[in-house]
Nanobody, 128 residues
């Protein structure tokens, strides 16, 4: 089992930056893919940015160049650096990891299974 604890959400003005952190613990040796989702006001859950076990990053087109996932391998922390924030980025952000597979694009936010684990979620509010 893997435990994920998030920190770093909050309110920011448009154009500002935030960095989210996600501390991992437990059976992390089998983690293949790590990343961040957000649950939008219309309740859609979308994959935002990821960092794979081989350190390959990915971000969806709408945040590419503004957001980036990274990790501190030694301390087992995942980060999401968010720059140039706008009102459309307002959402609850979740970190998630998946064992032995890639993170899915559009799961139900927060729904764990035997191979996928979630953080508790943190609110990010961007005011214009």
């Amino acid at each position: 089992e893997v435990h994920l604890v998030e920190s770093g959400g909050g309110s920011v003005q448009a154009g500002g930056s935030l960095r989210l952190s996600c501390q991992m613990s437990g059976s992390t040796f089998d983690i293949s893919d790590m990343g961040w989702y957000r649950r939008l006001p219309r309740n859609e859950c979308e994959l935002v940015s990821t960092i794979h076990a081989d350190d390959m990053p990915w971000s969806r087109d709408s945040v590419k160049g503004r957001f980036a996932a990274s990790r501190d391998k030694y301390n087992e922390v995942i980060f999401l650096q968010m720059n140039s924030l706008n009102a459309d980025d307002t959402a609850v952000y979740y970190c998630a990891v998946r064992l032995r597979d890639w993170l899915p694009q559009s799961p139900e936010c927060g729904k764990a299974d035997e191979n996928m684990y979630w953080g508790q979620g943190t609110q990010v509010t961007v005011s214009s």
